[in-house]
């Protein structure tokens, strides 16, 4: 028995491969990428040094909060952080890399005699997994936005939300959380790369794998002329 294997005409766009030890029935299709899954994140405004204090140097208190949705569709909480305990970047950093899904970078711009640092947080690809943070002080029981020293938001963090992955196999329609496509036929898995010209399509196809066969055949004969 000869096995079949995969194959995309361009795997910079979609790639193709057999899981849990199957090897579907031979098929071809059209694949067209019309989105890539991204990640939701957020890349703070910067700190001068890595030893600054993330709490105001007037403040009492300063809290980080992490939650689910948008800013204008607010979700579930998903972290609250003192920022007096979690007192630098580094801390900062690690306390996020606490929490399941999400991964937390410090990333240095500016000049050398000028540095700042910056604290990027991402959450997984999809827009299930999209977030949003406050950065409050409370005084006498009210919470109010941080303002002045330390870490704030001030308007000039980048906030990127996430998006789903977006595919057409045949014309047919399918959306997933992240670029893995695994439900579409027994025993096939896609993978999405990069989308697709308006128009363009990507072939895949499950067929006998022809190297294997001649490789056979050459063997075979080879054998006959030994005798």
Known sequence: VFQRKPTSSDVSKV???FVDGKVPPTFSGQVAVQQIATNSSILFPPMSSLDSLLIGSTDTNRTLELFSG???????LISSINLA???????LRDKINEIPGFMASIVQGGTAS??????????????????????TKTVDGVKSNATGTGLVLDGTEI????VNAEITVDDVQIVSETN????????????ANGTTAVGAS????SKTDTEVLSSAM???VSGFNVM
């Open 85 to 91: 305990e979690v007192k630098t970047l580094p801390a």
């Open 15 to 17: 790639s193709i491969s």
């Open 114 to 135: 000028a540095p700042k640092y910056y604290i990027a947080v991402k959450n997984g690809t999809g827009a299930s997994n999209n977030f949003y943070s406050t950065i």
């Open 159 to 162: 906030i990127k939300q996430g």
């Open 70 to 76: 948008s800013a204008a569709a607010p979700g579930a």
């Open 202 to 205: 990507v072939t895949i196809t």
């Open 218 to 220: 050459a063997t075979l």
């Open 180 to 191: 893995s496509f695994v439900d579409i036929l027994p025993g096939v898995e896609l993978t």
